[in-house]
């Protein structure tokens, strides 16, 4: 009788640990979707930035002539 409730016991444990895992995975994975997406829109802010720099340096170009 022993050896089927310390299996029993160690199974819930298991499943208990990888819920536990499941839960850690699942908040770093929102984690790092919200440093992607912050990531995302600052390179979107230099790309625009370089494109506005590059329209004024073109224009700047165009008046030497």
Known sequence: MFWPMLAIALGFLGIAVLGVLGI???IEAQRLG???THTTQ???RA?????????D??????TLR
């Open 24 to 26: 850690r995975v699942f």
């Open 34 to 36: 919200r440093q992607v």
């Open 42 to 44: 600052r390179i979107n």
């Open 47 to 55: 790309a625009e930035d370089l494109e506005r720099a590059a329209t």
């Open 57 to 62: 340096l073109a224009r700047a170009g165009e």
